[in-house]
């Protein structure tokens, strides 16, 4: 029996990030759970590519944008799951377990982590807290929580959704009423919220959800994200 998961992570300029995010893949491997990984980049100017050559990776370049990154990785996987996963993010030990229970238990159902973020302190427990909230009572989890969908589910919602921004929310309404936890933490790099101000950050974010939710174009969503990042 084959291995069922594709993981899908989308680069750019990620090498800082990624040798830790790969490395809490070793376990699912171990478990007969991983079919492939595949990197697909927008574009990197650091050493992510050698770090994808180094793990064995498929590498998929073309035009930078998480949603349309992810696209053309889940255009190419082969697995009867794909695993979303962000560079920065790291699963927690014991991931695997819980995932395959998912698979042979929910196999209708998509699921996701709790989000963590690799910082101390009331202000990561409270953004992380309320990120979790928001997954359980309103169906809304985001893209650094990873995601876990079968190739199946996946193709009957339409398929990744090709976005700037808001492609995670754009899929989690799709899914809506197929979205469980899964019981592991995804552990998240916080420099952006260290960058900016967790408060401030988190304000920004849930601004820019809002806007989404009532209609506001995802391309001039995302102008605005890459601004603030800029001006952080």
Request: with cysteine.
């Amino acid at each position: 029996m084959r291995a069922p998961i594709s993981v899908i992570i989308p680069t750019l300029n990620a090498a800082a990030g990624l040798p830790a995010c790969l490395g809490a893949l070793g376990e699912g491997l171990e478990a007969g759970l991983i079919r492939e990984l595949i990197l697909t980049d927008g574009g990197s100017e650091d050493a992510t590519a050698q770090i994808a050559e180094a793990a064995g990776a498929i590498w998929l370049t073309g035009t930078a944008g998480r949603g349309s990154q992810i696209a053309r990785g889940v255009a190419q996987a082969r697995g009867a799951w794909v695993l979303v996963l962000h560079a920065d993010t790291v699963l927690e030990t014991g991931w695997s377990h819980a995932v395959l229970a998912h698979i042979q238990g929910a196999p209708d159902k998509a699921g996701y982590g709790q989000l963590a973020f690799a910082a101390q302190g009331f202000a990561p427990r409270f953004v992380a807290g309320w990120a979790n909230l928001r997954s359980r009572l309103f169906g809304l989890p985001y893209g650094d929580q990873s995601l876990l969908v079968s190739s199946e589910l996946l193709a009957a919602k339409g398929g990744y959704p090709p976005l700037p921004l808001m492609e995670d929310v754009a899929l989690a309404r799709a899914l809506k009423g197929c979205l469980v936890p899964l019981g592991f933490s995804a552990l998240t790099d916080a420099q952006k919220y260290e960058r900016s101000g967790w408060m401030r950050r988190g304000a920004q974010n849930l601004l820019l959800l809002l806007r989404y939710l009532f209609g506001a174009d995802p391309a001039a969503l995302a102008q605005l994200y890459r601004r603030s990042d800029r001006s952080s």
